[in-house]
């Protein structure tokens, strides 16, 4: 079922009008009323006058992830701070939250993304929708609230956590369409499993995955474990939140809402704009929104686009499911870590050399992260239950910086491999 077929299933040409003249738009507001883009266009030379035609979009300056740092919390506001009705922000774990303040006329545009993309797994004022992302500052659980709420459909704000209750709510409201991240889909298979729960004695038909990365082989466990055709959505706090872009039951790419959030592909190091089917850095801009509009930021994720035609008959183009990032982040249980923040913390331990590497493992559904340290030649010869000893010191140190629990493991002096080039501090052992 498409939600919004004008938009969704509109001709090339009409669509590249539209684009065109809400990017027009868009330049011009933030050229007046905003001093950080007003600053950014002139540093590079660009008038709106210069923006006639969406494709002049590549005159105009990416924004970055360090430019988030720099307009914490609301210099990037396009609207007096009146007209803003809800905030929501990043984790923020790496410095400063990214914020997205939201106009009215922008809660409705996200429930309007978010209705597609329930609509892709035909979500109908029937369906019965068990909400199992957060809510709070965290995008996830509001998003899928307004669109099911635009829908009609009958919408259960479950939020996350404590499993056994909401296995009980899943089988006493007959829920439908259940949406969470991948890796909850699958710790609630399980647990049902424990508890005699069996999946194919309910009503649930599709769910929306998404805020973390999976692959492939996950979506086959996941089907075949919950009995549902499993679909990928993705989103950033940055853009709105979820409802950017989403698979059709074709499960051939995620469609992007264009009509609102224009894409592109760039290579990272040149910043020059790729050709359909490139992989490279996937950028967004904001065409619609009010408060806080992005003009081409650069998500750091990768992808390629895909303008063929998709036998759900949407035209919108279709974005491959993430092929990575551009920079080393981990997701770790959804909290973001560099290695260069671990790295900042070993260097402060004494006896331990600048020699680690990062083993990330996918067990019992939940990721771990073991930091292997070379120790000195003096810590070496200490007696085992003191090498324990600063294991757990340097775990604790890595906790209190991080928020995030690791195994540590203290390894002989010169043992983890050396490299000529950049060091491979990542190893990920996940199976997405
Ligand atoms: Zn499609």
């Known amino acids: 079922m498409i939600w919004n077929a004008h938009y969704e299933a509109m001709g090339r040409a009409e669509l590249e009008r539209l684009q065109s003249e809400r990017l027009g738009e ?206 990928d959505i993705y989103g950033l706090t940055e853009i709105i939140g979820p409802g950017v872009a989403s698979e059709c039951e074709a499960q051939d790419g995620l469609h992007i809402c264009e009509d609102l959030f224009y894409p592109e592909v760039i290579d990272p190091q040149s910043g020059e704009v790729l050709p359909d089917g490139s992989k490279g850095e996937l950028v967004l801009t904001t065409l619609t929104k009010e408060g806080t509009p992005m003009l081409r930021y650069r998500t750091r994720d990768i992808t390629y686009l895909d303008r063929s035609p998709c036998r759900c008959g949407r035209t919108a183009v279709r974005m491959h499911r993430l092929l990575g990032r551009t920079d080393d982040m981990l997701i770790i249980r959804g909290v973001n870590v560099f290695p260069s923040q671990i790295e900042e913390v070993l260097l402060k331990i004494e006896g331990i050399e600048p020699h680690y590497q990062l083993v990330v493992e996918r067990e019992e559904r939940l990721d771990s992260l073991e930091v292997q340290v070379e120790m000195n030649e003096r810590l070496f010869s200490d007696e085992i239950k003191q090498l324990e000893r600063s294991e757990r010191r340097i775990a604790e140190a890595l906790f209190a910086a991080l928020g995030i629990q690791t195994r540590v493991k ?13 060091a491979k501090r990542v190893v990920d052992k996940r199976q997405i």
């Not at 429930?111 to 035909?122: F, K, P, Q, V």
């Not at 203290?410 to 950049?422: A, T, Y």
Request: charged letters at 25%; proline letters at 5%; glycine letters at 10%.
């Open 26 to 231: 868009l330049v011009d507001r933030l050229y007046r009323r905003v001093a950080y883009y007003r600053q950014r266009l002139d540093s590079q030379g660009v008038k709106p006058a210069d923006i006639n035609h969406i494709r002049d979009i590549a005159k105009l300056p990416f924004l970055t992830k360090d430019d988030m740092r720099e307009v914490y919390p609301l210099k990037l506001l396009a609207v007096e701070l009146a007209d803003i009705v809800e905030v929501h922000t990043s984790s923020g774990t790496t410095g400063k939250p990214v914020v997205d303040a939201y106009t009215q006329k922008d809660i409705g545009i996200w429930a309007e993304s978010m209705a597609r993309t329930l609509a892709m797994g035909d979500t109908a004022r029937s369906d019965v929708v068990h909400n199992a992302y957060g809510y709070g500052l965290f995008t996830g659980g509001l998003g899928v609230h307004y669109g099911a709420r635009l829908i009609g459909a009958l919408v259960i704000p479950i939020s996350g956590g404590n499993t056994a209750r909401q296995l009980a709510i899943l089988r006493d409201f007959q829920a439908t369409v259940l949406t969470c991240t991948p890796s909850y889909s699958l710790y609630l298979a399980e647990a049902a499993r424990e508890q005699g729960l069996d999946f194919s004695t309910l009503p649930l038909r599709v769910g929306l995955f998404g805020a973390e990365p999976w692959g492939e082989g996950m979506r086959r466990e996941i089907e075949a474990k919950l009995k549902v055709q499993a679909l």
């Open 410 to 422: 203290l390894v002989e002096p010169k043992s983890i491999p050396r490299s000529e080039g950049k």
